[in-house]
Nanobody, 115 residues
Framework: QLQLVESGGGLVQAGGSLRLSCAAS????????MGWYRQAPGKQRELVAT???????NNADSVKGRFTISSDNAKNTVYLQMNSLKPEDTGVYYC?????????WGRGTQVTVSS
């Protein structure tokens, strides 16, 4: 069973940076889109950023100019560089990979931004 493992979360002060990584446990074929989502306490999971197999990216308005998504398709890994972090960025961050046949989710990594 394929697993996605996120890493890089933690506690950071407002204005700081973190880099999240999401690696697949085995090679994945026919990836269409990879992305990051987050869920704050008491709120629904929301889209943060996505990247297609062709390299096109899409960011939520709330993170534009601060977060950058990238991927290494050869390593089946997706990254999220988060700069100028704000307390409202706090939450559990999940990666998601969509292939032509399946959707995979990671278990999440906690990001906490203190004011």
């Amino acid at each position: 069973q394929l697993q996605l493992v996120e890493s890089g979360g933690g506690l950071v002060q407002a204005g700081g940076s973190l880099r999240l990584s999401c690696a697949a446990s085995r090679n994945i074929f026919s990836i269409n889109v990879m992305g990051w989502y987050r869920q704050a306490p008491g709120k629904q999971r929301e889209l943060v950023a996505t990247i297609t197999s062709g390299g096109s990216t899409n960011n939520a308005d709330s993170v534009k100019g601060r977060f950058t998504i990238s991927s290494d398709n050869a390593k089946n890994t997706v990254y999220l560089q988060m700069n100028s972090l704000k307390p409202e960025d706090t939450g559990v961050y999940y990666c998601k990979i969509v292939t032509s046949r399946s959707i995979f989710w990671g278990r999440g990594t906690q990001v906490t931004v203190s004011s």
